[in-house]
């Protein structure tokens, strides 16, 4: 099943190229403009300011950042649902999104920041300062803590995007898909690691923020048929049979509208197969 996720996205964003591009573009200077004009401020004025201003100046401009992209990324993740679904998208639709995202944008941007806050705090004080046994061991639960968070988290932009719940209800489906689908979430945290870098090697233009976004959606997407699946067949309530999904059955009209595609079609798309 997750090849077919990987060569869905990978042709998705590939299909969306411009789109992708340029939302990818004005993510990565927009973060890089914020983050130069907060150190820029800091250059002029945080080596005389008196107390925490220098800290206040960074924590500030960091925040700001979060909050701006995750308004960004929520707002692409409208296109990327339509994207995983099959449906066509422009890139005009990416600014029309911006405004119905804005209230949830900032919510999760100030969440994200206010969870990187606390824990680089806690680690800093139970790891650092403590250096005791005790303060390593809450340490490593708070560790732990945030691996869940991390893991369950990755699954808003697509849960709000695929089902557009209320921002408390998408963070308790968050914490559903990850308990209910532990590997499967472990699985595409990896996936999207390895993308990280290949996305900084391309300057961030591609896969970059869109092409992970896109990859999650149609992750999700997928995953989700699995739920279907159970409501259709009420007979399967073990933990044993809830695992035997017949993956292949769930995804064949997806494969079927999808086609055999290669990466010869990437540039010969009239030689694609559709049979």
């Known amino acids: 099943m997750y090849g077919f ?8 964003d590939w299909d969306n190229l411009l789109t992708v591009f340029v939302v990818n573009l004005i993510c990565t200077m927009t973060a890089l403009g914020l983050l130069f004009t907060g150190t820029k401020i800091f250059s002029l004025y945080g080596e005389t300011a008196q107390s925490n201003w220098p800290l206040l100046i960074i924590g500030f401009t960091i925040i700001l950042t979060v909050v701006v992209l995750s308004i960004f990324c929520l707002a692409f993740g409208e296109l990327a649902a339509k994207i995983a679904n099959f449906d ?8 029309k999104a911006i405004p119905s995202v804005l209230k949830d944008g900032v919510l999760f941007g100030l969440l994200i920041s206010g969870i ?3 824990s680089l705090y806690c680690f800093d004080f139970y790891f650092l300062q403590m250096q005791s046994l005790i303060g390593f061991a809450v340490g490593m639960i708070l560790f732990w803590i945030d691996v869940v968070i991390v893991l369950s988290l ?6 709000r995007s695929l089902m557009h719940n209320n921002f408390k209800k998408c963070l308790k489906k968050c914490l559903l898909i990850f308990f209910d689908n532990t590997g499967f979430s472990i699985l595409v945290f990896i996936h999207t690691i390895i993308m990280i870098p290949l ?7 591609f896969p970059g923020f869109a092409g992970i976004i896109v990859n999650k959606a149609n992750a ?7 739920y279907d699946y159970l409501e259709a067949h009420p007979e399967l309530n073990n933990k044993k049979d809830r695992k035997n999904i017949p993956w292949d059955e769930l995804i064949y009209e997806d494969k079927e509208t999808f086609g055999h595609r290669t990466l010869k079609s990437l540039f010969q798309p009239w030689k694609i197969d559709n049979n």
């Open 5 to 12: 996720i990987i060569k869905k996205s990978f042709f998705d």
């Open 88 to 95: 066509g998208v422009s890139l005009g639709s990416f600014f």
């Open 116 to 118: 990187g806050i606390v």
């Open 154 to 159: 990755q699954w808003y932009i697509p849960i």
């Open 199 to 205: 996305s900084v090697f391309l300057l961030g233009f």
């Open 220 to 226: 999700l997407r997928l995953r989700l048929y699995k």
